[in-house]
């Protein structure tokens, strides 16, 4: 019966829901895997690649993370185009922003914006939900390192540690155990490693994962900074 | 029969209502809940936290209060994005009416115009109701301190004391019975962590509501606090 | 067979009837009740109050009863946040029109420019009617005082003596009896309450009905006047 | 099988024909009833009155008759709040034309334009044609006295006589026979009178019809005149 | 199950038809009959008059026939209203034509836009195809005179003589033979009258048929002329 | 089950198919047959009459064959109406080139532009696929000579030798034998003449067939003839 | 049960996937075969011809290789019009992107560029995705030569051998064996011969595929050579 409910944006069914956003909502289950965890000295973000084949050339074109601006980042997990479009309004915001006010753009003020263009597509005709979750990471002067999810519906929340996309119940209770270990960047880097070579061979965990840091040096300064292979193979080998 | 008035915002059933807007009066009926009490010395709004994860980091970013402007807050329960949009009406409006008339917007000027918006989106075609209820409390020089709620269908209404969201009709039901002894803002305090207590661990209260007061001090001035942790935690001590 | 035609505004169905707009007219009838007296010293508009909780405050916020301008006011039966909308236009008009004419509003130019609104919610697609209907009182210098009630479909109709909303059957063939005896503001008064008590607690008659008058003084001066708790369980006393 | 095409306004059925006009022509057969008769010496045009209930004050503002120029008026009869919308539509072609050519508008060219707006809602989608026919009784210096009627269609056609609404095909036959007989606007008066007798009480006619004349004084000037209640229930005497 | 091909105009059913284009010639063959003979000496068009009532006064104000410009008229059948709206779009881009190349229009050129105007209710969204055809008779320096029909497709073609509307079949096939024998105009007016008197008294014949001719005079002088009543019932005497 | 995939033009059916633009060109199939041939020497294009009449004078009008511009002309088949909306198209864009360029526009340019008009009509809701193909032969100082057929899809392709309408497939496989044997436009013509006369009467051609060439004198001017009654009929002697 | 979440672009479908952009997907898996292989010396891509007639003339006209700059090109495969339009588009922001910044476009910002339009046509209703699939080959200075392929869903992905169309899963699993060993440009030639030879007459290669490719020379300028008839004959000698 509730058949007759699901295929507009638009309406809600007899219990008050909106299933198109929850349709959006599985396609993101099954998307890539994203885990992001924020410790006092910077926040780790990593997500598994969607290689599916040898001749793929993810490394260099990978458009799951994207830096939004120096001090913003994210991942994205469900549909690749989907989330271009709203990395489009995030830059264009960013940018906005820093005209207006001669100043970054808050976290949590980017974060809004985009899930006010979401919410749009789920309650106006002739649209479907945007079919992408973000974990942004980012920094500002308010709040320090900060840590968001967004979902298709427009709701976000902030998270000292999450995980999205495939298998993120599993994930996620490892972090909820694991988090308050994570004191500082490396220890977290340690604990994304560790989760993710339970699924993957362990050897060259470059060709399955992308990781990406934000964190302050000692002058104050933000940096990001993406792992390159070497880099990441050399991490399973600390762990 | 009837399956075919509900999923379309714009048609009345045969009963002359509109299903649209009572689909969406559920999807509220399942959210938050949220509870506020006017006492003659001030208001005060209280709702529990939809935390679900303990590593979500609810504290700094809830997305269920909103200072409207000095004198005018709310605390929704629903759809969170929808509540993020009609927010930001109010605000634009808050601050035009300021601009216009150089005074304060009254706090039944702001419900009524937020309250328009409402209706559009359940008469107009390729839109949905907008899933959201608030409970606004604020002060004004015509009327005091004043607390309303406003449902879905852009209906509000004047209250002493109200509940909705979970448990709605519960809470609604020892209200009525308990608002007639809130003669100030710290009994009414009282009422509402006792409400609370009952269906929560005692102990860390703070991790699950929160608690926001508006009140005059000796001086007139309106004065909006937000309880913190330690706050809310001593409240029950108190009670 | 004729469920084809019944949701969507815009169609007839095979006998040459609009079913949206008897729909809304459906949603009338169980609206609050309201019953209006034109005599020759003034008119006495009376309606119901919705109240559900006694911790309700409607009446300080009664949205049932509009003054449209001096000399012109309503009260409302069906969809509240509907009928909202239609009070906007109509001020709106009301002071347009003084602008333009330095004259008030005829109360019949009002109800036509009301009623052409609502008729434009009968025709185009992608509406849907509006669900209200009004009594409107007012007095002009061209045919005195005037009652007229407005219905969905955008008819309206002058009135002696009218009852819309619940029981409105019933209530208007005791006003085809009773109207003719009343002579002045106040037998009309006493009607309406002899209507109102038959249904209700005699004792505390303000809690269940709002009441409102427009009258010429010595002088001419149209006065309109909302009777208090106090003045409207006073005639309780009268009657 | 003919279900498919019957309710949507912008589309042909197998046989050519258009449904949903044909269902407005439907609502207009159980309208009230209008006679229209054409003599050398002028115009008469009657409707009875949809007074359903003894307090409503029909006479006063009576809207099924309508006065568009000095020189042009109208009956109406089914949907009343679509007429009024055609009517402003009359008005100000009417106005426009003077404007334009320093001369009154012909009959003709005014149910030319009006009829034109009528094709336009039985052709576009999203719209349903206007539930109104109109009988048009005018005089302008190209064809003198001329009665015109129009339906839902768009469709008109000049007549001697004729009839409309509920009963329209008695009447029209009735009118075939007497018409050839009203020499004069008094005899033709006195037909429709007679008409109208055969099916309500005859003593206080004013309470059952509607009366209006258009016809040239001894100094060719066009007078419109409405007839009040005397002069109705006189009427009944001399026939 | 070519059902669901049919009451959408743009959509084309399985055999590659359009059945909405197909339904409107439908109510075309039902139309009034029109005949037109194109001869050197000039154009005869005839239509039946569909009086349905002896008061109608159908002479005056026949909707049938057009003159679209002193060299251009034509005949309709099929929806009346629908014609208008054409004739009107005719009449603009006659005058517009005048004005740009100081000339006249050619007879093709113009209805090539009608059928350009035509061709686009067949093709958009949202509209239904004009149900009207058209018999166009015109003279130009050109192509002298020439004698098209349009449909509700868009389609139009020349012709010697033709006939569209009921009977077209059977009226079109005594053409066929009879129509080389009309060498000059009054040759042409004997056969339609000889057609049209098969089927209606032949003694009014004026009360049954409009008739036009289009025709040079001496000096070359185009001339239009609608035949009044008596020169009709005198054709019949010619006979 | 596929049912559900064509009655919509902007849907892919779950085999990846457009089913409108299938049946689009079904209708093509049932068109008038076309044939072209192109030699060194100039390019020879026909179609056959569809002349359902005797009366008909297809002769002069015929709305088959257009010339775009002196060094391009096209047959069409399908949906007369829609070609002519894209003919206009075609001149537009060809006078807009000579504009802008100071040149005639190349063939292929012309194709290309037509063609993405065709294309948006595939992708676009409430539109339906222009139901037409042409057979565009031309000449420019790029390629030469050049023949092009176009589908409603919007795809193009060159050719030798084209045949499309009715009788297509058996036309292309005569013409895939006998194209090689083509060196010039007279032989060109000589096997188009054959393969219509196998199907039609012998004697009189010209009244079943168009025919127009298109070559260079020895001047290098490019020449467009359409062939008369007579020319025609002198083919078939030579034949 | 799923064929409710297939027909409309813009709804999930409850697995959240959107069927409509994957049956385009099937149009592209039985399009025209493309192979495209990029080594450190170039890059070479090839698509076999979809000729279906002798007499057509695929050669000169093909409508499967674009270039879109002198450093970009792409192969397509789907509906050929669909394609026409995005091309129209790249060429489009490749000259604005060298007006602006007085540079190349990158090859990823194109892609870029073009995969946001295709996304739009998978939320906005009314449309349809674009049913072709590219790939891009070219060279800038950031990262040299790239390949990528785009699909209607606006996804894209970098490769350094890649085949898409009919038969794409055989020939990608060759590509994944093969490619290793394509050093330079010329054994990438040879391995593409040799895969397409497999299905067709191995004599007249020429006749079904074309073949480009992209290369620097001695003096690094970008050149892009189409390969022509006998050079493809000739291919095959050497393989």
Redesign the interface.
Known sequence: ?S??????????????????VE????????GNSVIGIKTNSGIVLASDKSMS??????N??S?RIFLIDNHIFCVTTG????A??LI?HARLQTQLYKQIYQDLIPV?KLV?VL??I??????????????TSFVFGGWDSF?GFQ??RTDP??????????AIGINSILN?SI??EE?KNCLDIYSAIGTIVKIYSKKISKINLSQYIDLVTLRRDDLNNILYHRFNDEEIDSLYMKV
């Not at 084949?53 to 993810?58: P, R």
């Not at 549909?79 to 989907?82: E, K, L, T």
């Not at 519906?153 to 999450?162: H, P, R």
Request: charged fraction near 25%.
């Open positions: 019966m058949r007759k409910y699901d295929n507009k944006t638009i309406s809600f069914c007899p219990e008050g829901r909106l299933r198109q349709y959006a909502l599985e396609s993101i289950r099954n084949n040898t001749l793929g050339e993810n260099i074109y458009d549909a690749g185009p989907d271009h479009i489009n949590k809004n899930c006010d979401k919410q749009q597509f789920t309650q106006s005709g002739g649209k479907r939900p945007y079919g709040f840590l968001f519906s427009g709701n976000y929340s902030g998270w000292k540690a999450v996620q972090l909820n988090a």
